[in-house]
């Protein structure tokens, strides 16, 4: 109906330009427009890192707070492997700022790719000469399964002072590749950490077992890109003639003021 429009467009427009206020805005609206609980899926941010802080704050998980050149704060819970060290975790943000401050996310993680083939490479040069003399043998022969470094010869290792470098200089360049290793494996999880997840779908456990539904749609970007998504979970004898289009036109204009294309 009209005034319905009318209602979310004022609604929306009232929280202002602030990505936070706006999605605030829409799942509180949402939420009392078709008597469920808002659901705002917010989108994964492509602004640049300017700082980059993580936490672990239990087994198993830790919180990235990443601060963007927008000055947008995002806050992150990602799981974490058992056999991540916690050390890891202040490496990795401490990675971040030093070496990927100013890029986003998708290209930190594209640039610390980069620097493990680097380093992997340096590590097959490093080691072919002491592989050449018989001293060290590689334990595989795949070097994308993972690969040890067997020394051999011990004795005659000692007695060469430029295999003995060669071989301290293989192993800071193991323990390089296994840092880089964990950098990539924070910032996959944080690719996929809980700001940027949603379950969708009558056929997960989490509304079959409930007898709950949802209903969301999409809101996209000047380009028609998809950006995010808003919605409302509800029981199943929710009055859907009247919740999708409400679903459906908050979403377009949420994307509309995210984008900067709201009609004032």
Request: net charge negative; charged share 25%; hydrophobic share 45%.
């Amino acid at each position: 109906p009209p005034d319905e429009k009318r209602a979310i467009d004022a609604r929306i427009a009232a929280a202002g330009s602030k990505p936070q206020d706006v999605m605030g805005a829409a799942s509180d609206l949402l939420s009392g427009l078709a008597g469920g609980a808002g659901l705002v899926v917010t989108p994964e941010r492509d602004a640049p890192v300017r700082h980059a802080e993580i936490v672990g704050i239990g087994p198993g998980q830790a919180l990235l707070v990443l601060v963007f050149e927008d000055n947008q704060i995002e806050n992150r819970i990602i799981n974490t492997p058992a056999d991540l060290p916690a050390s890891a975790l202040s490496e990795a943000a401490n990675y971040l700022n030093a070496r990927f401050k100013g890029r986003t996310l998708a290209e930190a993680r594209a640039a610390a790719a980069d620097v493990l083939a680097q380093d992997r490479a340096a590590l097959d040069q490093a080691a072919a000469g002491l592989v050449e003399k018989g001293l060290v043998e590689w334990s595989g022969e795949d070097p994308t399964l993972g690969r040890s470094l067997i020394v051999r010869g011990r004795g005659n290792l000692l007695q060469d002072q430029q295999a003995i470098a060669d071989l301290e200089r293989a192993r800071k360049l193991f323990d390089d590749l296994e840092k880089t290793r964990e950098l990539i494996q924070v910032l996959d999880l944080a690719k996929v950490g809980d700001a940027v997840r949603v379950f969708i779908g009558s056929e997960n456990p989490l509304f079959s077992l409930s007898g709950s539904s949802l209903i969301v749609a999409p809101y996209m970007n000047a380009e028609r890109k998809v950006v995010g998504a808003l919605g409302v979970i509800g029981p199943t004898r929710l009055n859907y003639a009247r919740v999708i289009p409400v679903v459906d036109y908050t979403a377009h204009v949420v994307g509309r003021v995210l984008d900067g294309r709201a009609e004032r």
